[in-house]
């Protein structure tokens, strides 16, 4: 039986129905970035080197870079020892973290090191006025000035660099022309950001490119700052984790621990759900059920684990909505990524770029919805 998001039974309960079906034009796929792209020195003549950290360069995505600075890790430092070692293992990649500016350069260049040397790619995305404009492969140990982008004019340019996605890197200094005006990036439609806590699902492990994890792209399309606590199979639900994403004042949380979250039971996700409210009372809260799986029509034991996870996400948060608490809604994954998707997955767990955008485009109502008051 196909899963909805809410059945008929709930509807008075959850106010709205979300549909889970492809938005229209209006949000057409964006260019995709190269996974060729190559590193490239920049072209001759004079470069001014904004250092990294510095004034000049917004950091968005890493809420605890004042602590850990420079490092672009997504955990403090000071919680290293109470959190689990499979999270702290990949909270140390900059997941989420982008850089800013607004200036009249023709072209931009970074300055990077990767922590260790990669062997895979490790991209950079540049984006110009909200559009995709190219990516720069970070490789090696050694400081590496990556071309990001030349030729664009002298007109006033709202840039984001979004920072690799599963991989550490630090970043040096970036590089603008030698007359080129700065100013501060413009705001976001709201203050505060989505913070999305969970899965590698979410973490965006099948996404090649920084930009295209779901989390990325759902924020760009709504002009929303977001923070990206994803911890590949390490999403678990555990206290010293939550306590740390409570620390976190937001415009909406999504939950989304898929299938991370394990054989535990119900109380660790119902925990963590009630840990956010009391400090968060109005905040909206989505808990997104684990999306679809090549495995489970081949591995029956992987489907009941699947099925298992869908119900005990669905009831914890349905039983919060019967108690009261209107800002808790399910999201059913099933609805976001389901087996009719499966041409866009990168493994059988984790959807490629595309699939990823896939996903963005089906959230994309609800959030405007919750977080922006639009209907």
Known sequence: MKTVLFNDTMKMLTGFVFLGVLVTSAFAAEKAPADNAKPSAPTAGEVRWLPFPGPQLELRGLPWFKENAPELWRLPQSARSQIPLGVWNRAVASDGGRIRLSSTTSRLVIRVQTVPAQTKPCFIDTYINGDYVDSAKALGAQPTELLLFEG?????????????????????????????????????????????????????????????????????????????????????????????VNQLDASCYIFDLGKSYGNQPKEPYARMLATIRAAHPNVPILCVTPIYSTNEPKDPAYLEKSVRLRTMMREAAMERRMAGDKFTFVVEGLELFGEADKKLFRDPQHPNDEGNELIAQRLVSMVEKVVLGKN
């Open 152 to 244: 664009k004019g002298r007109g006033q340019k709202n840039i984001t660099l979004y920072l690799p996605n599963n991989h550490q890197i630090r970043v040096l200094a970036v590089g603008v022309d030698a007359d080129a005006e700065l100013r501060p990036p413009p705001a976001f439609a709201v203050k505060s950001p989505i913070v999305c806590y969970g899965s590698s699902v979410l973490q965006g492990t099948g996404a090649a490119h920084p930009s295209k994890t779901y989390p990325a792209a759902l924020a760009r399309r709504l002009n929303l700052d977001f923070v990206n606590l994803g911890f590949g199979g390490a999403g678990k639900a555990e206290p010293a984790v939550v306590d740390l």
